[in-house]
């Protein structure tokens, strides 16, 4: 089989879904333990973000969901997104993607400002939908092609590529859906739909992947598959999880959203795992009676459930 090389893909895609559901509810938000402070101003001369968040809040409505988010992400971090059901993930990669504009503040990808009108412009509309790609939490609101094999193809397809059935089969494989190529995705399990949106993402080569809790669905094996994966690829990656001990496994640094929508941690992955004050601010480690032989008792986890 020829070698399919990741590589920057040049064209225009408009996979544009309907938004994902969100998390609801949420409990009384614990004051976070510290607050990173914002970003500093660029040193003169030194390196400029791909990605780069400055005091952006936003609101549904009356709701704020983000409040005052400021970081810099720079080509080829691995970066983990961090926050309990709510904090506000889902948003954040939303606006990162150009989907939603933020309320207040301001989103710029390699220098460009990005907001769903300004991606109204051909060129900036061209050269990032085929370089920044998200993978939505929820499968069904990127499924929409007849069948599996369209799916897949669809971006590439969008772009002309001349190549369309080997790169389609090669990401097939590489995810482990070739099976199902002329199936219609909404026929498949969760966890195939899952990898059905991952093959159809990486079938683009982005230089950018935003994953929205891309292993929520996936079997110990695919999980390990796409770790590695994705590890191995010399792309920026920001990627959610609620599971705490692949944290450091899909990144080096770790953003944390607190229950008052506020980013409460950017740094590194395993400061954040031993630091327990932090953890339970943000929500992320869970209380609950279990059983020692005779001995039942409660204590607080961070470990997780599966
Ligand atoms: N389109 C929308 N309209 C109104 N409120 C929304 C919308 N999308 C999300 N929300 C609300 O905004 C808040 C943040 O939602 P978001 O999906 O970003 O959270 P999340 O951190 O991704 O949660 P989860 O861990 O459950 O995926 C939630 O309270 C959610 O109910
Ligand atoms: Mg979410």
Redesign the pocket.
């Known amino acids: 089989m020829t070698e399919m090389r990741y590589r920057a893909v040049k064209g225009t895609h408009t996979r544009t879904p309907p938004?994902?559901?969100?998390?609801?509810?949420?409990i009384p938000t614990p004051s976070p333990t510290q607050l990173p402070p914002p970003c500093p101003p660029l040193e003169k001369g030194g390196r400029e973000p791909e990605l780069e968040a400055s005091g952006i809040s936003h609101r549904?409505?009356a709701?704020e969901?983000?409040a005052d988010i400021s970081f810099r992400i720079h080509a080829g971090e691995k970066v983990v997104l961090l926050?309990?059901?709510?904090?506000?993930?889902?948003?954040?990669?939303?606006i990162l993607n150009g989907l939603i504009a933020p309320t207040v503040g301001r989103y710029r990808y390699q220098k460009d400002e990005i907001t769903p009108s300004r991606l109204k412009a051909p060129d900036l509309h061209r050269r990032f939908r085929s370089e920044v790609a998200l993978l939505f939490?929820n499968p069904d609101a990127m499924l929409f092609n007849p069948t599996v094999f369209d799916e897949i193809a669809f971006g590439p397809r969008q772009m002309g590529c001349a190549n369309l059935d080997e790169r389609v089969r090669h990401w097939a494989d590489q995810v482990g859906v070739t099976a199902h190529l002329e199936r219609p995705p909404f026929s498949l399990s969760g966890g195939e739909k899952q990898k059905v949106c991952l093959a159809a993402l990486l079938a683009l080569e982005p230089k950018v992947l935003l994953l929205?809790?891309p292993t929520a669905a996936l079997d110990p094996r695919s999980t390990g598959w796409l770790v590695d994966f994705l590890s191995s690829l010399p792309i920026t990656t920001l990627t959610?999880t609620?599971n705490l001990s692949l944290a450091p496994e899909l990144g080096s640094r770790a953003l944390v959203?607190g229950e008052n929508?506020c980013l409460i941690h950017d740094g590194p992955v395993q400061a954040l795992l031993s630091d327990m004050a932090l953890l339970t601010a943000a929500n992320l480690v869970h209380t609950h009676h279990h059983r020692h032989g005779n001995i039942e008792h409660r204590h607080t986890h961070v470990h997780d459930w599966q």
């Open positions: 938004f994902g559901k969100g998390g609801l509810g949420g549904y409505g709701k969901v983000l926050g309990c059901n709510g904090s506000g993930k889902s948003t954040l990669l939303k939490q929205d809790e959610t609620h959203l929508h």
